[in-house]
């Protein structure tokens, strides 16, 4: 399986990001908007993957491109015992500006578990 971006600590912990773009970002089913389901089920089955040993010490993130939509997704939970993390970013921005939202990413994800 080949992931996107795959980032890990000296001490072992890994954060899997799963990029995604779409016109729109979450799905419709009889107006009730939700993540898509093939994109949880592709970061926890990487997740899944590369915590054969079920630590925890994996985490997923699916990093939408942000659109025009007035919802951005943005959200944290729990699948199976490991983090999974959803969010975006805007490539609209300056490069060095985009940058800067990547770093805090891996800020956020690795300074959190310490």
């Not at 996107?4 to 009730?32: C, E």
């Amino acid at each position: 399986m080949l992931t996107d971006i795959t980032l890990k600590s000296k001490d072992g912990r890994v954060l899997i990001i799963d990029a995604k773009y779409y016109g729109q970002q979450m799905q419709s089913n009889f107006d009730v908007q939700s993540y898509r389901n093939a994109n949880l089920y592709q970061i926890f089955t990487y997740v899944k993957n590369w915590d054969k040993d079920q630590t925890g010490n994996v985490s997923g993130m699916l990093l939408y491109a942000k659109t025009g939509e007035e919802f951005q997704p943005v959200n944290q939970f729990s699948m199976g015992g490991n983090k999974i993390a959803v969010g975006t970013l805007d490539l609209n921005l300056p490069f060095a500006e985009i940058s800067a939202q990547l770093e805090q990413i891996v800020e956020d994800y690795f300074e959190e578990a310490v």
